[in-house]
Nanobody, 119 residues
Framework: QVQLVESGGGLVQAGGSVRLSCAAS????????MGWFRQAPGKEREFVAA????????RYADSVKGRFTISRDNAKNTVYLQMSSLKPEDTAVYYC????????????WGQGTQVTVSS
């Protein structure tokens, strides 16, 4: 089992920045990828970004390219999401995920952290 704990969400003004963190514990030796997803009220959960644990280029949703940056600290089993130039439409609950099983399919999920962007 793997436990994922997100932190760093909150209320931010449009144009501002916030950094989310996700710390993994448990069977972390088997992590292959970690990713971030988000779910806005009344909408389905959507992919935001993902990063390989062994290297390679991160992947981003078109809606966040150039504004969000995903990074990792393997020693801390932690993945980060630096979000800049935030827009009200970025308001959502952000979820961390690990152990990718498919392009957008992950085995383990965090509890989510709320990010609210005010206009």
């Amino acid at each position: 089992q793997v436990q994922l704990v997100e932190s760093g969400g909150g209320l931010v003004q449009a144009g501002g920045s916030v950094r989310l963190s996700c710390a993994a514990s448990g069977r972390t030796f088997s992590i292959n990828h970690m990713g971030w997803f988000r779910q806005a009220p009344g909408k389905e959960r959507e992919f935001v970004a993902a990063i390989s644990w062994s290297g390679g280029s991160p992947r981003y949703a078109d809606s966040v390219k150039g504004r969000f940056t995903i990074s990792r600290d393997n020693a801390k089993n932690t993945v980060y999401l630096q979000m800049s130039s935030l827009k009200p439409e970025d308001t959502a609950v952000y979820y961390c995920a690990s152990h990718r099983a498919g392009p957008y399919d992950y085995h383990y999920w965090g509890q989510g952290t709320q990010v609210t962007v005010s206009s």
